[in-house]
């Protein structure tokens, strides 16, 4: 059974798909992840369009590193501009699939910007996300099973490796999508050092248990950087009222989470960025994008 505060997430990738299964991707076996950043998640394969987007990695150095933490190796999928330093740092946090191309690609769109991108895998002690066929136990075995603590040392240590390879650590950025997209708001509180994060179509709001007991709305006030967060109107999994109830709470909070703003697509479903999906809204992806760059600017991260 899936956990309550983990079932919108998976009722929003459901409507209008087939059965999310490894026979259901039976196809597409070829674009199956076979190393991080390589590849799709097999559980993505049934809800897959043929739209994804593919950015060269040429003029970047890109591929996978591993980031101590602790002792734990946690492998990671790093794209930067070839030769330069300094360089501003943003984390790319995964969706429920882990970091597969699309997560990969992003953080190389991030490097043809000039950032130094990190997506850490940061389901690398829960399980592998690739390897599941249906959402259902993906969110049951996996996902649910993953600790906000466990996420926050994990992306304070991915921050601490970009800052020794290449990173400034003084322009500190995070994004993030669906599953990601909260984690983002929960880092802009936890690291002070976060100048900016852009939250795309995250979870807001959630009953609190022993591996999640605060919630963007719970820690709106006291925001290290401010927040822009992309949410689509029409997001079966994130309904309006909570994105109301998240304003009002960043309304009575510190200046950073006065700064933060919110940009509501009326038209646009839950997971509109994600390019290699039938949810995928092209203008709105590319605005969303132009407004994220604009963003990390306006608040001194580039």
């Not at 993953?146 to 950025?173: C, F, R, S």
């Not at 983002?184 to 007991?213: D, Q």
């Not at 969303?288 to 608040?299: E, H, P, Q, Y």
Request: aromatic fraction near 8%.
């Amino acid at each position: 059974m899936l956990r309550e505060d983990l079932k919108s997430e998976f009722d929003s990738l459901m409507p209008g798909h087939p059965r999310h299964s490894t026979e259901a991707g039976a196809t597409r076996r070829t674009a199956l992840k076979a190393a991080l950043g390589v590849g799709y998640a097999a559980t993505a394969l049934p809800i897959m369009a043929q739209t994804a987007i593919k950015t060269s990695s040429e003029g970047l150095t890109a591929g996978e590193v591993t980031i101590d933490v602790g002792g734990f190796k946690m492998p990671a999928y790093r794209a930067m501009p070839a030769g330069k330093t300094n360089l501003p740092v943003v984390l790319v946090i995964q969706e429920i699939f882990g970091v597969h191309e699309y997560i990969a690609d992003t953080a190389r769109r991030f490097a043809k910007a000039g950032y130094l991108a990190v997506a850490p895998e940061l389901f690398a002690r829960q399980g592998d996300a690739s390897q599941y066929g249906e959402v259902a136990k993906l969110i049951a075995e996996v996902v649910s099973k993953v600790p906000d603590a466990q996420v926050m040392a994990d992306l304070d240590a991915t921050a601490k490796w970009a800052a020794a390879n290449g990173g400034d650590a003084n322009k500190l950025a995070v994004t993030g999508f669906c599953w990601g997209g909260r984690q983002t708001w929960l880092y802009s509180a936890h690291n002070k050092g976060v100048k900016a994060g852009v939250a795309w179509y995250g979870r807001l709001v959630g009953a609190a248990s022993e591996l999640t007991p605060k919630h963007p709305v719970d820690i709106a006030a006291a925001l290290s950087g401010p927040v822009l967060g992309l949410y689509g109107g029409k997001d079966s999994g994130i309904p309006l009222d909570t994105v109301d109830k998240m304003k009002a709470a960043l309304s009575g909070g510190n200046a950073a989470a006065k700064a933060s703003q919110f940009v509501v697509y009326p038209d646009a479903p839950h997971a509109f960025h994600a390019d290699y999906r039938p949810s995928f809204q092209k203008d709105l992806a590319e605005d969303g994008w132009k407004r994220a760059l604009a963003w990390f600017k306006a608040n001194g991260v580039a």
